[in-house]
Structure formats: structure tokens, C-alpha cells
């Protein structure tokens, strides 16, 4: 069983929606939860952390954090062409060590 | 944040030969990470690369197949070895910022393949 998991995908949506990403884990040992997008043939992108439960809202984005459940979320409202790219979630031990889900693609069609 | 520059940004090698891949960052940084990420696949790291100690590798990676160097604070470059068509990947380096437990600066990648 992997350490991470990601919801695999790949979604489509239209301009505007509330798109939901979404990944579970099962070390109890990450303390740091990231969300990165990667732009094809780009190196990924550092979107969003946290590191506490909870939620932690950046512009259209929302980052949510459940460590009793071990699940964690991204939430990007009012969906854009431009936010077209495949996100991963990575998370971390106090050791640094990042642990990256699979990724999810996400097409917003116009 | 830093910028990382690097080369080349792609390559086509013949198997059995090596490539080195160097990774340029504009300000020092204390831990340097090479990943690998396959087609549709997400990363697996390679390997910490920390100036002036040798590289640590993780498992079902070795240094023969992988030699790293880490001269200085700036600079670091991953060679790939011996090369077979499942080498064929996209070689990452990145960054950790200093102090910093999360959110890594990842360069553009080397997309490798081997024919």
C-alpha cells in the first residue's frame, strides 16, 4: 500500500467550477502538507503548504487538512483555462523528506 | 524564492552511454534533491545530495548507476550510467529553501530518453 494516495483522475471541468483534489495518507509521522502544479514538460510548481488541520486559503485556492482522518484537500474555485495542469499533493516528516501522490490532471475547458 | 537552471533540457542517448545532468541554483542552499518522474508516474527521489559529504541514496537507487557531485552550495549534477531504455525519464533536481521543512523549488527537469 503506498504512503500516499491521490485521487488518480483525470477531470474535466468547465470554466468556473469548484474543483476538488483530493489525497489520503496512512504515515501519522508527516506534519507539512503541499500542493504543487506542474505545467506540462515544466518542473512542479510549490502551489500551496500547510501544516496544521484545518483550512488555509490563498486567492481561488483552499487547502484543507484533516489529520484525524488522514485526507487532505485542494479546492480551486471559479475554475480557469489557465488552471489546466496536473497537481500533486507531497508531504512531509520532520526529516524533510517529500512523498509525492500520483497526481491529478485537470482540464477547464473553456 | 531560488531559481534553478537546468541542462540540458532534454536528450536523446544511445544505450549504454552515461549523460550528466547539472543543476544551477542562483543562491545557496544546504539540501539539494534529485527525483525521477516517469511517464504519468509521479516523483521518486533519487537521491539528497548536501555539500561537502557524499550523496544519500534511496533504496532501489545506487551510486554506480548514479553518481552525484556536490562541490559547492550553488551546483550539483547527477550522472546517469550505463544507460538502458528504462532510464528513459524526466530527471529533476530541487531545492529545499533554507530552513524550510517543505515546499521545494523544483528545476524545469531533463527529459531523457534512451534508444
Known amino acids: 500500500q503506498k504512503e500516499v494516495e491521490q485521487d488518480p483522475g483525470p477531470l474535466s471541468v468547465p470554466e468556473g467550477a469548484i474543483v476538488s483534489l483530493n489525497c489520503t495518507y496512512s504515515?501519522?509521522?508527516?506534519?507539512?502538507f503541499m500542493w504543487y502544479r506542474q505545467y506540462s514538460r515544466k518542473g512542479p510548481e510549490l502551489l500551496m503548504y500547510t501544516y496544521s488541520s484545518g483550512n488555509k486559503e490563498d486567492g481561488r485556492f483552499t487547502a484543507q487538512v484533516d489529520k484525524s482522518s488522514k485526507y487532505i484537500s485542494l479546492f480551486i474555485r471559479d475554475s480557469q483555462p489557465s488552471d489546466s495542469a496536473t497537481y500533486l499533493c507531497?508531504?512531509?516528516?520532520?526529516?524533510?523528506?517529500?512523498?509525492f501522490g500520483d497526481g491529478t490532471t485537470l482540464t477547464v475547458k473553456p | 524564492s531560488a531559481v534553478i537552471s537546468q541542462k540540458p533540457s532534454r536528450d536523446i542517448c544511445q544505450r549504454g552511454t552515461s549523460l550528466t545532468i547539472q543543476c544551477q541554483v542562483d543562491s545557496q542552499v544546504t539540501m539539494m534533491f534529485w527525483y525521477r518522474q516517469q511517464p504519468g508516474q509521479s516523483l521518486t527521489l533519487i537521491a539528497t545530495?548536501?555539500?561537502?559529504?557524499?550523496?544519500?541514496?534511496e533504496s532501489g537507487f545506487v551510486i554506480d548507476k548514479f553518481p552525484i557531485s556536490r562541490p559547492n552550495l550553488t551546483f550539483s549534477t547527477l550522472t546517469v550510467s550505463n544507460m538502458s531504455p528504462e532510464d528513459s525519464s524526466i530527471y529533476l533536481c530541487?531545492?529545499?529553501?533554507?530552513?524550510?521543512?517543505?515546499?521545494?523549488?523544483f528545476g524545469s527537469g531533463t527529459r531523457l530518453t534512451v534508444v
Open positions: 507531497a508531504l512531509n516528516t520532520n526529516a524533510g523528506k517529500s512523498t
Open positions: 530541487s531545492v529545499e529553501e533554507d530552513g524550510t521543512y517543505y515546499g521545494y523549488t
Open positions: 545530495a548536501n555539500q561537502g559529504s557524499e550523496a544519500t541514496y
Open positions: 504515515n501519522s509521522a508527516f506534519q507539512y
